[in-house]
């Protein structure tokens, strides 16, 4: 029961990022609306923030994430935690350069606030972090989490995607699509490579 519960809810936001990307493909008034929205919301910070996003920002980078991960990977207790690791945060990255050639969305027609190159859709930045913090929730702070660590962590991705909108990189609908995608492969990873009755998870995880 618990293991259908979890597949229906892997199975809803895959489906609301296919709609997401159904919608952007389609150049359909409601993402119009979303994406102006997002661009009003941010637009009224202070210029004097600009700086401050760009660091931010800077946590998402696809770069960064990969040596994060490989630092984890490391550290890591046994090879299901190393396998489930690599697994999630590389097919998301590899995955999100794929769908960037299959949209081939142009960025903003916007003054880019730091140098970007590529195409705009979805936010590798937003899917980079996304699914690091996520898989470290996963694994570390799922059962006995630190206190506020959920929170910074949440916050930490939060502030990446707007941070990409803010520096008007990306459109919100960017932002949302990739974090989405990187939610639903993560959480699809960690049941392949956990739950008792996953093929995978029975030879990741072999009884002594």
């Known amino acids: 029961m618990q293991t259908s519960r979890k597949l229906k809810q892997i199975l809803t936001i895959f489906l609301i990022f296919i709609i997401l990307c159904s919608l952007v493909q389609l150049h359909h008034p409601v993402i119009n609306l979303l994406d102006q929205w997002g661009f009003h919301f941010t637009d009224a910070l202070p210029a004097s923030s600009h700086q401050f996003w760009k660091q931010i920002t800077a946590l998402g980078a696809p770069s960064t994430i990969c040596w994060v991960t490989v630092i984890l990977v490391l550290l890591a207790q046994n090879w299901s935690q190393r396998l489930f690791l690599s ?110 009755q996953s093929i995978i998870s029975y030879y990741a995880n072999p009884k002594d």
């Open 87 to 196: 697994s999630a945060v590389f097919f998301n990255l590899a995955n999100a350069h794929r769908l960037k050639l299959f949209f081939c969305r142009p960025r903003p027609q916007l003054h880019h606030l730091i140098h970007v190159s590529g195409y705009s859709f979805p936010s590798g930045h937003a899917n980079a972090i996304t699914v690091l913090v996520l898989a470290i929730y996963l694994l570390y702070w799922q059962k006995k989490p630190p206190k506020g660590a959920a929170l910074v962590g949440t916050l930490v991705v939060v502030g990446v995607l707007l941070s990409r909108v803010v520096l008007h990189v990306h459109y919100l609908s960017d932002v949302l699509a990739g974090s989405l995608y990187a939610i639903a492969t993560t959480e699809l990873i960690w049941w392949l490579f956990f739950d008792n």
